[in-house]
């Protein structure tokens, strides 16, 4: 099976530009995380979608990112407008059962 | 609040010799317990979990994990590090009020020089 993708892998943006990050899970899961890893610190949770709901977005940052799971399919994780600490690495993860997690392999976002 | 932590950001070991990368949790409950690998310009690779049973847990290119419940620890060990063992480890858990999200450690950068 296809595993879960990450697209752009890399993006470099302005301080204040818009930048999208979409995510396609395995096919079936009904549960879609987005995590990230800000300056070589741990990886922390962003938000879990149940099919197209938002379960949980306790770790969403601010006001600035949007995440929207269209139809129960792929996610989009909209940073707007983009700010310096925003750089890292974004991972989206998928999984059916609840404890065993795919990740994608990772967007790297710089803002400069 | 729940929390993982990795004490060591480095281990340098020598090709051959035992790896272990250590980890420890604080969770309420009965913690589900991961490790994760990172490769350089690849996404985190699971390697092994401990939801419950046999407190060794054996999982993907001969790393194992055991479960401590009174010392709240989950170290990885491998018996003879490869010098494709290099990569970034992090440890997580998931269980108590977090809910299914997972908690990760800060990570620890291992090294095996040949």
């Known amino acids: 099976e296809a595993g879960v993708t990450q697209f752009p892998s890399h993006s470099v943006i302005e301080k204040g530009q818009t930048v999208t990050l979409r995510c396609d899970p395995i096919?079936?899961?009904?549960?879609l995380y987005w995590y990230r890893r800000v300056m070589g610190k741990e990886i922390k949770f962003l938000l879990h979608?149940?099919?197209?709901?938002?379960?949980?977005e306790s770790g969403m940052p601010n006001n600035r990112f949007l995440a929207e799971r269209t139809g129960g399919t792929y996610s989009t994780l909209k940073v707007q407008p983009a700010e310096l600490e925003d750089s890292g690495v974004y991972f989206c993860a998928s999984s059916q059962q609840g404890y065993g997690y795919t990740f994608g392999s990772g967007t790297r976002l710089t803002v400069v | 609040a729940q929390s993982v932590a990795q004490p060591e950001d480095q281990v340098n070991v020598a090709e051959g010799n035992p790896l272990t990368v250590k980890c420890t949790y604080s969770?309420?409950?009965?913690?589900?317990l991961f490790w994760y690998v990172q490769y350089p310009n690849r996404g985190l690779q699971f390697l092994l979990k401990?939801?419950?049973?046999?407190?060794l847990v054996k999982g993907s290119y001969g790393f194992e994990a055991e479960f401590n419940k009174s010392q709240t620890s989950f170290h990885l060990k491998k018996p003879s590090a490869l010098v494709s063992d290099s990569a970034l480890y992090f440890c997580a858990a998931r269980g108590g009020a977090a809910g299914n999200k997972l908690t990760f450690g800060g990570g620890t950068r291992v090294l095996v020089k040949p």
């Open positions: 969770v309420s409950g009965n913690p589900y």
């Open positions: 096919s079936g899961h009904d549960n």
């Open positions: 979608f149940v099919k197209e709901s938002k379960q949980d």
């Open positions: 401990y939801i419950t049973g046999d407190n």
